[in-house]
């Protein structure tokens, strides 16, 4: 790519004629221009990186250790270095930091260290441990989180100060979670023992791969306020300018660019909301963590090509179309494998699409130094913002490489790049305006010859409003119709066919209402699962018509045992039921299940083929939580599906209840 470039340069600077020398005298001065400012960018670059080296030689780790008695505080201090990490294959208890173990770099994922012998996997869970010695002080103190892989438990001096998501050596208990905290510590002196306990299952990297940050309560909570303020500014400042140029492509169709600008401002405006202090969250407080990672990953595969195609459209003749249209199949493949992949799966994408990101910056970067030297209209203000986000992604890399201590700079350098696209657009847009009012002025001129014409329409229309009149009724009547004929199959569609009681989708529908009511209020839930026993053998015996009679039946007394106008029967599938009780205890729960097992014994229903009793019976597993942010539905029934496995594996014909901690 630059070799063609220099060859694109030196064509243009070598003259044939007076007119060629003229204009190569001209694209030299741009050239040396361009090259002056160049380097000018750099110098800062360079100066800022190596002011941000000086200004941040702060003490790292070693060996698990991090001495600060001597370290003045100011503001707050990361805790990256060397921390003393063991491998947690099993559920074991009681690990220390004087057991087994290697030392891994915070922050860093675990994945590809050596643990006896082996490559560690990126999934799995582990123990981090880190002593920091402090000053002889009675001082406050806070640690900062920001993200781990993918979910973890604080112990400070063996005390649990926090989790964020569940951790557990158990891939099936496990459940990830993006949350940013902060852990008021409390006073402190001489030294504190951190651990940390991390598990990941479903991101292809687990690990503390982000900086930990400690200091005074009263720094942490100012540093936490001033990322808040930045973020919150940089989300509004980003999501107006997307509303608003939308706002002037709704004024002119042909304002394409104004309508790509839009959409790429809206597309990082909620990228966002989904990384830092991940905003998201309190907009959409149930969002699932595998949502939040198809959002971050979304916004990132859809705004290299929005992008692309809204700077080839300012300058067509530098940038190739086909190459727009390359670029487009390619996200287009990647944005597939996020919808439709899980995060292990499409996490891994990031490393082939972060190449193909920067070829596309290097191919922009040759096209806007062509139309700079050639002197296009704006180039100078979009090679300046398109400079300041490779500057800043540059950053970013050496950043999370822990070359330098600069920060995330790339939301900083893409609101540079958006301001000046958005004064380069309204300067061209104000020039359309002008032209338009210039045009208004005939087109008021040309109004006036028809006014005569559209007199002589009106009392056609006035024909045509008598009929639309009689056709609006015929409308209305017909819609009211379609209204009652659609209720009923909306109701229809949550009625289980058979036995006439809500179905799955009416369930799946209520679990989901009653978890949101139930988490604004603070009260408990409780789901109880049903199976009648060994309902293969009564199909057997009876036949299919029998076990539908049979299923009907049951389904009745289920419903009849339960009284309360909130509470829902629905079947479960096949010989499963399922009853949602918002506000009512675990004991509660109990007391209702154990009824409807009794009620459905009392039917006496034949079923001379169960080893269990002569009559139909039902096994009914039990549980309760109170709903919270961490949480989601699905929870609570695998929770009573395992209390129900364990009512079976106990003998059938009992309630069982699991407790969720």
């Known amino acids: 790519m630059i070799p063609v470039l220099l060859a694109r340069i030196f064509a243009l600077l070598k003259p044939e004629?007076?007119?060629?020398?003229?204009?190569?005298?001209?694209?030299?001065?741009?050239?040396?221009?361009?090259t002056k400012s160049g380097l000018v960018l750099i110098l800062l670059a360079l100066l800022s990186v190596s002011c941000s080296n000086n200004a941040n030689k702060k003490p790292i780790a070693q060996n698990g250790i991090l001495d600060l008695r001597d370290y003045k505080f100011a503001g707050h201090i990361r805790l990256d270095g060397e921390w003393r990490f063991f491998w947690r294959d099993t559920s074991s208890v009681g690990i220390s930091s004087s057991?087994?173990?290697?030392?891994?770099?915070?922050?860093?994922?675990?994945?590809?260290?050596?643990?006896?012998?082996?490559?560690?996997?990126?999934?799995?869970?582990?123990?981090?441990?880190?002593?920091?010695?402090?000053?002889?002080?009675?001082?406050?103190?806070?640690?900062?989180?920001?993200?781990?892989?993918?979910?973890?438990?604080?112990?400070?001096?063996?005390?649990?100060?926090?989790?964020v998501g569940i951790y557990s050596t158990d891939p099936g208990l496990s459940r990830p979670l993006y949350e940013p905290k902060i852990y008021n510590l409390g006073p402190?002196?001489?030294?504190?023992?951190?651990?940390?306990?991390?598990?990941?299952?479903?991101?292809?990297?687990?690990?503390?791969?982000?900086?930990?940050?400690?200091?005074?309560?009263?720094?942490?909570?100012?540093?936490?306020?001033?990322?808040?303020?930045?973020?919150?500014?940089?989300?509004?400042?980003?999501?107006?300018?997307?509303?608003?140029?939308?706002?002037?492509?709704?004024?002119?169709?042909?304002?394409?660019?104004?309508?790509?600008?839009?959409i790429f401002c809206l597309i990082i405006g909620l990228r966002t909301l989904t990384t830092g202090e991940i905003f998201i969250h309190q907009i959409w407080p149930s969002i699932s963590w595998e949502m939040l990672l198809k959002i971050e990953y979304l916004t990132f595969y859809t705004g290299i090509p929005i992008f692309y195609l809204f700077v080839r459209l300012q300058f067509p003749d530098e940038l190739n179309e086909r190459i727009g249209h390359v670029m487009v199949g390619i996200s287009a493949l990647f944005v597939l494998l996020v919808l439709f992949t899980k995060v292990d799966t499409f996490s891994s994408s990031l490393t082939y699409f972060q190449p193909l990101s920067l070829l596309a910056m290097l191919y922009v970067i040759y096209?806007?130094?062509?139309?700079?030297?050639?002197?296009?209209?704006?180039?100078?203000?979009?090679?300046?913002?398109?400079?300041?986000?490779?500057?800043?992604?540059?950053?970013?890399?050496?950043?999370?490489?822990?070359?330098v201590h600069t920060g995330h700079l790339i939301s900083l350098g893409l609101l540079i790049f958006i301001l000046t696209q958005a004064f380069l657009i309204s300067i061209r847009f104000s020039k359309a305006f002008t032209t338009i009012e210039l045009q208004r002025t005939k087109l008021e001129r040309?109004?006036?010859?028809?006014?005569?014409?559209?007199?002589?329409?009106?009392?056609?229309?006035?024909?045509?409003?008598?009929?639309?009149?009689?056709?609006?009724?015929?409308?209305?009547?017909?819609?009211?119709?379609?209204?009652?004929?659609?209720?009923?199959?909306?109701?229809?569609?949550?009625?289980?066919?058979?036995?006439?009681?809500?179905?799955?989708?009416?369930?799946?529908?209520?679990?989901?209402?009653?978890?949101?009511?139930?988490?604004?209020?603070?009260?408990?839930?409780?789901?109880?699962?049903?199976?009648?026993?060994?309902?293969?053998?009564?199909?057997?015996?009876?036949?299919?018509?029998?076990?539908?009679?049979?299923?009907?039946?049951?389904?009745?007394?289920?419903?009849?045992?339960?009284?309360?106008?909130?509470?829902?029967?629905?079947?479960?599938?096949?010989?499963?039921?399922?009853?949602?009780?918002?506000?009512?205890?675990?004991?509660?729960?109990?007391?209702?299940?154990?009824?409807?097992?009794?009620?459905?014994?009392?039917?006496?229903?034949?079923?001379?083929?169960?080893?269990?009793?002569?009559?139909?019976?039902?096994?009914?597993g039990v549980a309760t939580l109170i709903p919270d942010l961490g949480s989601q539905p699905s929870v609570l029934l695998e929770a009573a599906d395992r209390a129900l496995y364990q009512a079976k594996g106990s003998g059938r014909n009992r309630v069982e209840q699991n407790l969720i901690e």
């Open 17 to 34: 004629n007076r007119d060629d020398l003229r204009r190569g005298h001209t694209i030299k001065k741009r050239l040396w221009a361009f």
């Open 367 to 403: 096209g806007l130094v062509l139309a700079f030297i050639r002197g296009e209209e704006g180039s100078t203000m979009v090679l300046f913002g398109f400079l300041s986000i490779v500057i800043t992604f540059i950053n970013d890399i050496l950043y999370v490489a822990n070359v």
């Open 446 to 620: 040309t109004n006036t010859a028809y006014q005569s014409e559209i007199e002589s329409r009106k009392s056609a229309e006035m024909e045509v409003l008598r009929h639309k009149d009689h056709l609006e009724e015929l409308v209305e009547d017909r819609t009211a119709e379609l209204q009652v004929a659609n209720e009923r199959l909306k109701e229809l569609s949550r009625v289980d066919g058979l036995t006439g009681i809500a179905n799955r989708r009416r369930l799946d529908e209520e679990l989901d209402r009653e978890w949101k009511r139930m988490l604004r209020e603070k009260r408990p839930l409780s789901v109880v699962l049903c199976d009648i026993d060994h309902f293969k053998l009564y199909n057997d015996t009876y036949g299919h018509q029998g076990g539908d009679e049979s299923l009907i039946q049951v389904a009745t007394a289920i419903k009849d045992s339960v009284n309360r106008p909130g509470d829902l029967t629905a079947r479960y599938g096949g010989e499963e039921f399922c009853l949602i009780l918002p506000e009512t205890s675990g004991l509660g729960a109990m007391q209702i299940a154990e009824l409807v097992r009794k009620n459905v014994s009392g039917m006496n229903l034949e079923h001379k083929s169960s080893p269990v009793a002569d009559m139909v019976t039902l096994s009914l």
């Open 99 to 163: 057991d087994d173990h290697i030392n891994i770099d915070v922050p860093r994922s675990w994945k590809g260290y050596r643990y006896k012998g082996s490559k560690l996997p990126g999934h799995g869970a582990g123990s981090y441990f880190l002593t920091i010695l402090i000053p002889e002080r009675s001082a406050s103190y806070a640690l900062k989180f920001a993200t781990a892989g993918t979910a973890y438990n604080l112990f400070v001096n063996d005390d649990l100060m926090g989790s």
């Open 188 to 262: 402190l002196s001489n030294q504190l023992t951190l651990r940390i306990d991390v598990s990941n299952y479903d991101h292809r990297l687990g690990g503390l791969w982000e900086s930990i940050s400690f200091g005074s309560t009263e720094d942490i909570y100012q540093y936490r306020e001033k990322q808040v303020a930045m973020a919150l500014f940089m989300f509004g400042t980003i999501f107006v300018m997307g509303i608003y140029h939308l706002g002037i492509f709704s004024l002119s169709t042909r304002g394409k660019a104004a309508l790509y600008f839009g």
